[in-house]
């Protein structure tokens, strides 16, 4: 434990100080002493391999894996909408760049790219309450400025500079097709 | 138990003795309760925000994923009870920077901030700009009651392995992000695949992180397409992050630790748009500002310091010691 040389350094006991008090206070640092080393070893424990529940992290515990891996070849999970109030788009267009039609994509609120991963990691799973549930906030909430609404949730591949460059998307795998309201 | 406990000492660095962080405990008391006050002021600053943040989130969403903290409220006014909880965590914030000595204060804080914080994440997806204030808020809790003048010296060491404990569960953090770009980065060469440890990994992210989003952050094109500008700059980060836990068990190290962090929350900030403004302001309060932190210290003190740098150079100084220390070696330069 550190610092424990600095307690055995302690004021002796002043008469008529009861040696339980003493005790008892020594015992509470003791007991705080144990605090850090406590942290380092059984946060990390937890963050790791608590039971997620379908989520990504067992929360309020977080594996801190932001940006933990990089390639060049990269893949994302994204909303890519085919057709809103029985228009048929030009072509299946990323949900952020439907910034006159969704206040959510003005946003470009990262949560949904990981609302996204919990999704394909449900359907993974075949968690279908979860999916479900997901599904709904997809729906009523990113979607909701639009009655009627045909997406993919699909993984693209590409290379993050290309893409930068010029947009270029290698692959597209639809993982699910859905629907809101009447088209 | 003992030798365990030395070994681990030495691992991390911890000074003792002469240098030791207890040693001057009445002096430094204020420090640490400057600490202690300053975290929960600038905590009514961030639920001060949350309040307004809570009503406009509450109006825009329709759909709510509850986390486990809020299973509660899912038979309730959803969006009331996410406004009620924001109004509780700055009323609790506003009495702990004057009640900080009082644990049922610090407790109710972080009780509502957690609460407060989980209604941010109920919304499908799980942001991180406030778990590590609550983490550092929980901590707090342990501290012992009464006022830091009155306090016997069993109470004074406790105040001060808490904050201690507060500083190494922020820094962790900072070491788990480090750690898991170095597992990914090493898995990348022995899988022989483009990977953390590339050229233009940090290209890559920026460049990924503005498709994504459709941000253009103010320096981005010039990483992006020179990363011999970037490559430095990444392995830099990459050693703070990872040595950051063992940073605390270092007092010369927290005001170097604490600029470094924030200068990679700035850089965060002009490459991908993301500023981690809570972190920001816990290392002002918890290294800047830490009670441990030495006086003015030597650049060479601070380098011998350095983890893993400090061990490589250790030989060098020996070999250099040497021939002063030994007459007889001087006549053979």
């Known amino acids: ?183 | 138990m003992t030798p365990l406990i030395r070994a681990g000492r030495r691992a991390l660095g911890v000074q003792l003795g002469a240098g030791a962080p207890f040693r001057r405990i009445t002096e430094i008391m204020p420090n640490a309760e400057r600490v202690v006050v300053f975290y929960y002021a600038v905590s009514v600053l961030l639920t001060a925000r949350m309040i307004a943040d809570m009503h406009w989130l509450g109006r825009k969403t329709v759909e709510w994923d509850l986390l486990w903290p809020l299973a509660w409220a899912a038979r309730l006014d959803i969006p009331l009870v996410i406004e009620v909880l924001s109004v509780m965590a700055f009323l609790t914030s506003v009495l702990a920077v004057q009640f900080h000595s009082r644990r049922a204060v610090r407790l109710a804080f972080v009780a509502t901030f957690f609460l407060a914080m989980t209604a941010v994440n109920s919304v499908g997806g799980i942001n991180h700009p406030y778990h590590a204030w609550f983490w550092v808020g929980l901590i707090l809790v342990a501290l012992p009651d009464g006022r830091t003048g009155a306090m016997n010296r069993h109470n004074r060491m406790s105040y001060l392995t808490v904050i201690l404990s507060a500083q190494a569960i922020f820094m962790l953090f900072y070491t788990m992000a480090g750690l898991y770009k170095v597992y990914f980065g090493v898995d990348a060469i022995i899988e022989g695949v483009p990977g953390n440890f590339s050229f233009s990994a940090l290209s890559w992210t920026i460049a990924d992180r503005s498709v994504q989003t459709g941000t253009t952050p103010l320096l981005a094109e010039l990483i992006i397409f020179n990363p011999a500008l970037a490559w430095p700059a990444f392995i830099s980060v990459l050693y703070v992050q990872v040595f950051a836990v063992v940073a605390v068990f270092r007092r010369r190290l927290h005001i170097v630790w604490g600029y470094a962090l924030i200068g990679f929350h700035l850089g965060t900030w002009l490459l991908m748009e993301i500023i981690f403004i809570q972190h920001v302001l816990l290392l002002v309060v918890l290294l800047l500002l830490s009670p441990f932190a030495a006086g003015p210290v030597s650049m060479r003190a601070v380098v011998r310091e350095l983890p893993l740098v400090g061990l490589l150079l250790r030989p060098l100084r020996s070999a250099a010691s040497r021939p002063l220390q030994t007459g007889g070696q001087l006549g053979d330069t």
Request: net charge neutral.
């Open chain 1, 1 to 183: 434990m550190p610092f424990a040389k600095s307690a055995s350094a302690m004021t002796p006991t002043p008469p008529g100080r009861s040696q339980n008090t003493v005790k008892q206070r020594l015992a509470s640092y003791q007991a705080r002493l144990v605090l850090p080393l406590a942290i380092v070893i059984f946060y990390p424990m937890i963050a790791f391999l608590a039971p997620t529940n379908g989520r990504a992290e067992f929360y309020p515990f977080f594996a801190w894996h932001l940006f933990a891996k990089t390639s060049s070849h990269k893949a994302d999970v994204v909303l890519l909408v085919h057709e809103i109030e029985g228009v048929r788009l030009d072509g299946p267009t990323l949900f952020f760049e439907l910034r006159d039609d969704f206040a959510a994509a003005r946003g470009q609120n990262i949560q949904l790219a990981k609302l996204l991963d919990d999704y394909v990691f449900a359907m993974a799973r075949g968690d279908s309450e979860t999916k479900a549930s997901l599904n709904e906030v997809i729906e009523n909430t990113y979607l909701r400025d639009r009655a009627n609404v045909r997406y993919d949730v699909a993984i693209i591949y590409y290379h993050p500079i290309e893409r930068y460059t010029d947009g270029t998307i290698t692959d597209i795998r639809t993982v699910a097709s859905n629907q809101k309201g009447m088209l």
